[in-house]
């Protein structure tokens, strides 16, 4: 039998600072990577037109389109690939900032190369762990469906799009309907072993993911605040 060798997770790195462009492109080529590298929004679109990436490290502070802008757009058509934002603004509001735009994950330079390694393979694992589902496997509440097979979200058959940390999130919610998780539990079933290095990252999902299921985000009937204690998920919606 023919030794079948296992592809490689492909990533791509935009940054427009050569050295580290270099330097990260040999150091996770020795992790095992497929890694290309760009210097800007430009040859980042010509590249993702020839290649499907697993993943994007992504600078924010780039010469022309910044990062914030590029997660936006990237994120309105593809919502599978992890995007890791890098950045010298280490500040809370850019982190939630960079969060928002639908980043998986938010490390400030400068950083130890180890670190950031952790924060790939973890952002590849959640993509690669999602629960698996059986054939037909539908939830329905409301006006919507979730397909797990087909990894989508639609509204009334029209598609709603999620980032790959909305979807995994709604996952969990929707497979523990009435009962309370706290953040702690929700970040378990979300990272394992390895937790968001900010603590607000859940809040964060859960208000992006409202002003995309509910009607009145800040009267949310489906995924519902529970003071003190988490949030939880009710798919009567009410």
Not at 130 to 156: I, S, Y
Not at 169 to 194: C, F, Q, S, Y
Request: aromatic share 6%; hydrophobic share 40%; proline share 6%.
């Amino acid at each position: 039998m023919a030794n079948v060798t296992p592809m490689r997770p492909k990533i791509l790195v935009v940054d427009d600072d050569l050295r580290l462009r270099d330097l990260l492109k040999r150091y996770l080529t020795e992790q095992g990577f497929a890694v290309d590298t760009v210097p800007d929004a430009t040859a980042m679109d010509r590249s993702l037109a020839r290649t499907r990436y697993d993943l994007l490290v992504l600078d924010l502070m780039l010469p022309g389109e910044d990062g914030f802008a590029i997660c936006r757009r990237l994120r309105a058509h593809d919502a599978a690939i992890g995007i890791v934002m890098l950045t010298a603004r280490g500040e809370d509001v850019d982190r939630i900032a960079g969060l928002e735009t639908g980043a998986d994950d938010y490390i400030a330079k400068p950083f130890n190369p180890r670190e950031l390694l952790a924060r790939i393979r973890a952002v590849l694992r959640r993509a690669q762990n999602r629960p698996a589902a059986e054939p037909e496997t539908v939830t329905r509440f409301g006006q919507f469906e979730l397909d797990l097979n087909a990894h989508r979200l639609t509204r009334d058959g029209k598609a709603v799009p999620l980032t790959s940390g909305e979807f995994d999130l709604l996952v969990i919610l929707v497979a523990h309907p009435n009962k309370v998780l706290d953040r702690d539990r929700l970040l378990d079933l979300l990272t394992g072993a390895e937790r968001s290095p900010f603590d607000r990252s859940i809040d964060v999902r859960v208000t992006r993911l409202r002003g995309k299921i509910e009607q009145n985000p800040s009267e949310p009937v489906y995924i519902k605040t529970i003071w003190g204690k988490g949030y939880m998920f009710c798919p009567e919606g009410a």
